[in-house]
T-cell receptor, first 115, second 113 residues
């Protein structure tokens, strides 16, 4: 079974600075998808960014980017120019490419952006 | 555009009581899921459905039942609630293709006393 590990239960960053959240995963699959979800205090689960394992180029979405290291099974999220609205729980998730029904989530990292 | 709607948003039950959580989607998605979220454990899949009339077990199915009588609705039932089922429950949906992200409802906070 796939496992997803987020080793940082809590992190904080000053507004306007950059922060990186770590995620590692364990799998024997070659084709899969990786996701970062954001959960603000409102409890909504919001997709931040996704990466297909077959793509070498790292995904970016505005201030959010990932560092995908397939050999190392690492998928970190970088948030640039942090904003107060980025305060949330962040979950890393893994899904096999042929199986929509087995998405595995990490335990989450609670990020606080300080003014 | 409602997306994925969960009802109720909060509920307190006594041990042994039963209840049903409703998930409704207007996205015409084939796949629907029920997760539970517990502190320090992320989200874990309870049951899922790949289409109307089908259901299957996920990672933590014990103590729960589900039904998908209509494509747009996915029900999660607790027949005899236990304190260990105190959690936040999320419904999610996605389309057929694997690279599509899951769309989540706002969650239901359930407390079992």
């Amino acid at each position: 079974a796939q496992t997803v590990t987020q080793s940082q239960p809590e992190m904080s960053v000053q507004e306007a600075e950059t922060v990186t959240l770590s995620c590692t995963y364990d799998t024997s699959e070659n084709n899969y998808y990786l996701f970062w979800y954001k959960q603000p205090p409102s409890r909504q689960m919001i997709l931040v960014i996704r990466q297909e394992a077959y793509k070498q180029q790292n995904a970016t979405e505005n201030r959010f980017s990932v560092n995908f290291q397939k050999a190392a099974k690492s998928f970190s999220l970088k948030i640039s120019d942090s904003q107060l609205g980025d305060t949330a729980m962040y979950f890393c998730a893994f899904m096999k490419s042929y199986n929509n029904n087995d998405m595995r989530f990490g335990a989450g990292t609670r990020l606080t952006v300080k003014p | 555009n409602a997306g994925v709607t969960q009802t109720p948003k909060f509920r307190v039950l006594k041990t042994g009581q039963s209840m049903t959580l409703l998930c409704a989607q207007d996205m015409n998605h084939e796949y629907m899921y029920w997760y539970r979220q517990d502190p320090g454990m992320g989200l874990r899949l309870i049951h899922y459905s790949v289409g109307e009339g089908t259901t299957a077990k996920g990672e933590v199915p014990d103590g729960y039942n589900v039904s998908r009588l209509k494509k747009q609705n996915f029900l999660l039932g607790l027949e005899s609630a236990a304190p260990s089922q105190t959690s936040v429950y999320f419904c999610a949906t996605t389309g057929v293709f694997g690279n599509q992200p899951q769309h989540f409802g706002d969650g239901t906070r359930l407390s079992i006393l």
